[in-house]
C-alpha cells in the first residue's frame, strides 16, 4: 500500500498578509514590552530592563 498525500494551493497574498499581521502584532508586542519596563515606578523591572540594555551594548543615556 503507498500512502498517497495531497497539496493544497495557497494563495500567496494570504500568506504575505498572514505574515504582516504577526509582524504587526510582534511590533506591538515589543512597544509595550519595552514601554513598561523603560518607564516603569517599579525600581526592580526598571534597573533591569536598565542593565539589560547595556548588557546588550545598547545605548540608553
Given at each position: ?7 493544497v ?37 526598571h ?14 543615556h
Amino acid at each position: 500500500m503507498a500512502a498517497s498525500s495531497t497539496t493544497v494551493a495557497v494563495p500567496q497574498a494570504t500568506l504575505r498578509a498572514g505574515a504582516r499581521v504577526q509582524a504587526m502584532l510582534a511590533i506591538c508586542l515589543g512597544l509595550v514590552v519595552v514601554g513598561f519596563s523603560g518607564f516603569s515606578h517599579i525600581d526592580a523591572v526598571h534597573n533591569a530592563s536598565h542593565d539589560t540594555r547595556h548588557a546588550n551594548a545598547f545605548p540608553c543615556h
